[in-house]
T-cell receptor
Framework: AQSVTQPDIHITVSEGASLELRCNYS??????LFWYVQSPGQGLQLLLK????DTLVQGIKGFEAEFKRSQSSFNLRKPSVHWSDAAEYFC????????????WGLGTSLAVNP | GAGVSQSPRYKVAKRGQDVALRCDPI?????LFWYQQALGQGPEFLTY????????KSGLPSDRFFAERPEGSVSTLKIQRTQQEDSAVYLC???????????????FGSGTRLTVV
């Protein structure tokens, strides 16, 4: 079955600390991979995406993610967290092709301590 | 418009009432998606349009849910005889088409929060 697992429901980090949010997936073929961020009352915003090629992808707001095929993982990282990064983060996977139906993880809630 | 617009932002419905949720996609975007996001959950796919054609409605939870996009732009998600389990945020997203990888990441609206009482 196709699924996305985000093992950490909630993470708290101090401002300026590094961050890693985990994402593992189960999919029939290598999917397209995404990270989205959702702030309270806001829509989902795309942080970054992986289709093929270089397995380390750069996104907006200083985020990056690394695709590891052998581990079926696509972990999100940021070297130094800012208070404004507090939000809900979702990992999603989808097929190559025109029907871009995404399968989503349950999300990781990030809190940032001053 | 500049972004995906959804209305209303909030809707309270009495159980058994019919509701209609509207999505205005980005102008020119061919693909349109509806997702349902329950509290504390990730979004769940409901349905997908390419222009006016509904190509996938496999995620609609029951025949009480109906979506349309008659002119290939604005879309309406209708829920008949609402139930408490329908309470969720309903998200709409649009993207340009062509199957081009660069267009895959779609733009979401802020959602409609439906509460059925």
């Amino acid at each position: 079955a196709q699924s996305v697992t985000q093992p950490d429901i909630h993470i708290t980090v101090s401002e300026g600390a590094s961050l890693e949010l985990r994402c593992n997936y189960s999919y029939g073929a290598t999917p397209y991979l995404f990270w989205y961020v959702q702030s309270p009352g806001q829509g989902l915003q795309l942080l970054l995406k992986y289709f093929s090629g270089d397995t380390l992808v750069q996104g907006i707001k200083g985020f990056e993610a690394e695709f590891k095929r052998s581990q079926s993982s696509f972990n999100l990282r940021k070297p130094s967290v800012h208070w404004s990064d507090a939000a809900e983060y979702f990992c999603a996977v989808g097929p190559a092709g025109n029907n871009r139906k995404l399968i989503w993880g349950l999300g990781t809630s990030l809190a940032v301590n001053p | 418009g500049a972004g995906v617009s959804q209305s209303p932002r909030y809707k309270v419905a009495k159980r058994g009432q019919d509701v209609a949720l509207r999505c205005d996609p980005i102008s020119g975007h061919v693909s349109l998606f509806w997702y349902q996001q329950a509290l504390g959950q990730g979004p769940e796919f409901l349905t997908y349009f390419q222009n006016e054609a509904q190509l996938d409605k496999s995620g609609l939870p029951s025949d009480r849910f109906f979506a349309e996009r008659p002119e290939g732009s604005v879309s309406t998600l209708k829920i008949q005889r609402t139930q408490q389990e329908d309470s969720a945020v309903y998200l709409c997203a649009s993207s340009s088409d062509g199957g081009r990888q660069g267009d895959y990441g779609y733009t979401f609206g802020s959602g409609t929060r439906l509460t059925v009482v």
